[in-house]
Structure formats: C-alpha cells, structure tokens
C-alpha cells in the first residue's frame, strides 16, 4: 500500500495522469461533436400509423400558404404526411399533435426521402416549398420514382409555368399547376370591376386609368389580369400606371414576362417613379385623373401596403374622403392579417373606399387548389367551342393542353364584364359589341403569351392569322365570338358531370 502511494505522489504518475485526463477530453470533444452533426443530420419521422394508406396526401413544405390547405383537408378528416426540410419550422410542433399526420423532417429533393414516402399508395402530392425552382426539381424526383401519381405543384413565375408545363417536366396530364399570385389576381377582378362601381365607363367610349404599385410577381399578374379584363364593349383606353422606386426596371421585368404586351388592343402602359416615404410622390397629377377607377397597392409586405393606403388617406385624397366625394378605390394587398381586413371590411364609415385581396385563408384552400371550382365555366367554354370547331380542333377540357386551358379561363372570368355591359345593353348591336370584345380578350391574350401575327398560322411558334381586328375577320371566324355571347347563359348554368 505504501508502495502504491509513494507512486501516486511521484512526478511521473502526475504527468502520466495529466495526459490520461487530456486524452480523456479530447476522446469526450470528438464524440460529442460527432454526436452534434449526427443530431444535426438525424431525419425526424413522427408517424400516425392511420396515415399510411391510399386516400393519404403528401405535402411538401410547410409555410403560411400550405397551412391554410392543410387545415382544410384537415377539417375534412383527410391524412396528410408533411414533409419539410428546416427541423426549427414553427408549425412542426402543432402538426405533430394531430392524429391525422404524419411529419416527416428530411430533405424533400433526396431520393432516399421520396422513397420512404410508399408513393404508388398515396392520393395525390402537393409541393410547395416557397421555391419554384425546388419545386420543379422535387417534382422531376418524384416522377422518376412514379410517373403516374397526381402532383399539384406551385409555380410562381409564369415563364415557368408555361415552358415546364408545354414543353419539359410538367407535361403529364397527372401534373397540375397552379400560382398563389395568379389565383389572387384572378379574385381581385372577381370582386371588383375593373370600370369602376358604376355603369359610367362602360356605357361610354370614355378612357379610363388604373394604378398598380410595386414591381412584384403580384402585380405582374395583376397586370395580366388587368390587361384582359380591360376589354371593354366600346374599346375605351385603359392607361396603367406602373408605380415603383425604380420604374425602368420595373418596365424591363413586364416587358420581359410579356414580350408582345405593347399589341395588346386598348392598352397603354406607363411606368412613373414612385417613392413611399416622400409626399410628392402622393399629389402627383394622375392621382387626380377623372376616371382612375381602381389603385392596386401590390407590395409583397404587408406593413408597406398600409402605409401606402394611409398616405394616400392623409396625403392623396383627405379632402375627397371628407367629402365622401372620392370614387377611386384603394385595394391593398393583405395576406395573413385577417383582423386588418376583416376592420377594413366592416368598418366602411373609415375605410368607405379601401378594400383588401389575396387573403391566403380565402385562396389556399382544398376547394381552389385541388376541385378546381373556378374551372366549371372554363369546362363550359371549351364544350361551346367544340359544339362548331372543325373536327380537327374539337377536344375534351382533360386533352386540352396548359395553354388552351388557360385561354378558356380568361375568357371565362371575362364573362363578368358582359353580363355587366348587358344589364345596361342588351340590345342586338350591344350583343355584336360584346363579339368584338370578345376577339379583343382572345387577342389580348395570345399577345401576353408572345404570340405575334402572321399570314399563315404556324403555332409551333407563336404565329397566328387572326390576331386582326375583329372587323378584318370574315363573318365564319366571327361566329365563334358571337356563339359565346349566345351562350353566355349555358357558361354561367354549366354543372360538371
């Protein structure tokens, strides 16, 4: 014993000691830091067993968009596995405590994920990442596992959309397509006329101004929408005011997205600098203009937004506002600020002419996204066309490609301005007007998709022979916009099979 501790108390046995205590810490660092990226790499599945069956959706990605869908599915009983990439998501946690999903934690773009998922055994995909370009990607992984699934996938930009869905990886016909902004856009001129509240401008030849600030995805598609809808019975002028603090570039962005809008008929455009914080910016003359029917406060912030419409209340139009003399509305962008819109909405002693669109709890939903509710009228078009179309051009609304498709909605959503127009005209020379507006709607279309004319159509590329006035057409072409206004009553009545 005594041996032992003359040993213990020896200078040898204190440096050997030393150096076992300091192997000893760098073995406990090196595990602990393999332990920390092992954590850091871990993939998360917090499974409910009844998930995994056939009638389970997929949803990839978890953001303020895909919760209001979530939710809706939800409240229908439906199973859902969420798949989302960050493990510090705020919304994990609430997701995790319902019996009806599932979380899965993992990188969405990795085979191994897509894998895990049994996909021949679910009802349909939803991806949403906030990235059109993961998006894309995630999809072209997806059909290399399964081509056969059902895939409803986000695609913001337009250009996107069309090349993907006509030409590469979203051709399927299981693979829908569909953009929050667009959908936004399309409600903002379904609740609000593009004219005004009023029969003034439509009854006249009279031009007319709207304002849409900020150089956004949002306002791209709210001047598409703009453009489309701004055909009117008698062919008035519509002047768009592009506002933004850097206006070249804010042209540069339209002109790119849409190649041939300057052809679009009864359109002009025209780009002025716009600073938010500085009071000139809000009494420059064409906020003043006789017929500026709508301003569209199109920033993809909400705070910004507001600030804006505030401005123009204080600033703009204090003495029209007293007055109750003002008839421009003031339609700001809100997204996720329910009790904003909803104190907008009610409180119309204050906010008499403010309104507010693109409400993600009244866009994101089951009913837009996947039943396509919004596509009946769309459906309808497209059986007219086909009741006189040459055999060749006849096909069912599911054999229609993207494009088509999209030229049928529009024409669709521009019922509107006809029933309008017919509650004030509903005479045989107000009905030939509503033809010609018709051909301006599908001219107008085909130009904001770079369409050109030509004097034979090739369209392989973009070349059409009827991209005319109406009256250069012969009277058989224009029986194909007069049989829509014929059978504007057959559109609005359709019920799907």
């Known amino acids: 014993m005594e041996l032992l501790i003359t040993i213990a108390n020896s200078d040898n046995w204190k440096v050997i000691d030393g150096i076992?205590?300091?192997?000893?810490?760098?073995?406990?660092?090196?595990?602990?830091?393999?332990?920390?990226?092992?954590?850091?790499?871990?993939?998360?599945?917090?499974?409910?067993?009844?998930?995994?069956?056939?009638n389970t959706i997929i949803v990839i990605g978890l953001c303020d968009k895909n919760r209001i869908y979530i939710d809706s599915e939800l409240a229908l009983g439906s199973n859902l596995i969420i798949v989302e990439q960050n493990k510090e998501n705020l919304y994990i946690n609430e997701y995790m405590k319902s019996s009806n999903v599932s979380v899965l934690i993992a990188n969405p773009k990795e085979q191994e994920?897509?894998?895990?998922?049994?996909?021949?055994?679910?009802?349909?995909?939803?991806?949403?990442?906030?990235?059109?370009?993961?998006?894309?990607?995630?999809?072209?992984?997806?059909?290399?596992?399964?081509?056969?699934v059902n895939i409803y996938v986000q695609i913001e930009n337009r250009s996107l959309r069309y090349f993907h869905k006509e030409n590469g990886l979203l051709q399927g016909s299981n693979i829908k397509i569909y953009?929050?902004?667009?959908?936004?856009?399309?409600?903002?001129?379904?609740?609000?006329?593009?004219?005004?509240?009023?029969?003034?401008?439509?009854?006249?030849?009279?031009?007319?101004?709207?304002?849409?600030?900020?150089?956004?995805?949002?306002?791209?598609?709210?001047?598409?929408?703009?453009c489309i809808m701004g055909q009117l019975p008698n062919e008035n002028k519509?002047?768009?005011?592009?506002?933004?603090?850097?206006?070249?570039?804010f042209q540069k962005k339209v002109e790119l997205n849409y190649t041939e809008i300057h052809n679009v008929p009864n359109i002009e455009l025209k780009y002025i600098k716009f600073d938010i914080d500085s009071k000139l910016s809000y009494i420059k003359d064409f906020w003043y203009g006789r017929n500026l029917t709508n301003i569209f406060v199109c920033?993809?912030?909400?705070?910004?937004?507001?600030?804006?419409?505030?401005?123009?209340?204080?600033?703009?139009?204090l003495k029209e506002i007293e007055r109750k003399e003002l008839k421009t509305n003031i339609i700001l962008a809100i997204f996720n600020e329910y009790n904003i819109s909803n104190c907008i909405k009610s409180n119309k002693n204050s906010f008499e002419n403010f309104f507010t669109?693109?409400?993600?709890?009244?866009?994101?939903?089951?009913?837009?996204?996947?039943?396509?509710?919004?596509?009946?009228?769309?459906?309808?078009?497209?059986?007219?066309?086909n009741e006189n179309a040459p055999e060749e051009n006849k096909k069912s609304w599911e054999k229609r490609s993207y494009y088509e498709k999209e030229s049928n909605r529009t024409s669709a959503d521009h019922i509107k301005i006809k029933q309008k127009y017919l509650e004030y005209d509903n005479s045989d020379l107000g009905k030939e007007k509503l033809a010609r507006c018709e051909h301006n709607r599908w001219n107008a279309f085909h130009y904001l998709n770079g369409w050109k004319y030509n004097t034979e159509s090739e369209k392989s590329i973009k070349l059409h022979k009827y991209l005319v006035s109406y009256d250069s057409l012969n009277e058989d072409i224009k029986e194909y916009d007069r049989d829509m206004i014929r059978n504007m009553d057959r559109i609005i009545n359709y019920k799907c099979n």
Request: net charge negative; charged share 25%; glycine share 4%.
């Open 20 to 54: 076992a205590t300091f192997l000893s810490l760098c073995i406990i660092i090196y595990g602990g830091n393999k332990l920390f990226h092992w954590w850091n790499s871990i993939k998360f599945f917090y499974s409910n067993s009844p998930c995994f069956n056939s």
């Open 357 to 385: 669109f693109g409400l993600t709890r009244d866009i994101c939903t089951k009913e837009y996204l996947i039943d396509e509710i919004r596509d009946i009228r769309a459906k309808a078009t497209n059986n007219i066309y």
């Open 113 to 148: 994920t897509l894998m895990k998922l049994n996909l021949d055994a679910k009802k349909y995909i939803v991806v949403s990442t906030g990235k059109d370009v993961d998006n894309i990607e995630i999809v072209s992984q997806i059909l290399t596992i399964n081509k056969n």
């Open 179 to 226: 953009s929050y902004y667009e959908d936004a856009s399309r409600e903002l001129f379904k609740k609000y006329d593009i004219d005004g509240k009023n029969y003034e401008i439509l009854s006249r030849n009279e031009e007319y101004s709207i304002v849409i600030l900020g150089n956004t995805n949002l306002s791209y598609e709210v001047i598409f929408q703009a």
């Open 238 to 249: 519509l002047t768009i005011y592009c506002l933004d603090k850097n206006p070249k570039k």
């Open 299 to 317: 920033y993809e912030d909400e705070e910004t937004n507001l600030g804006i419409a505030a401005n123009l209340s204080n600033i703009t139009y």
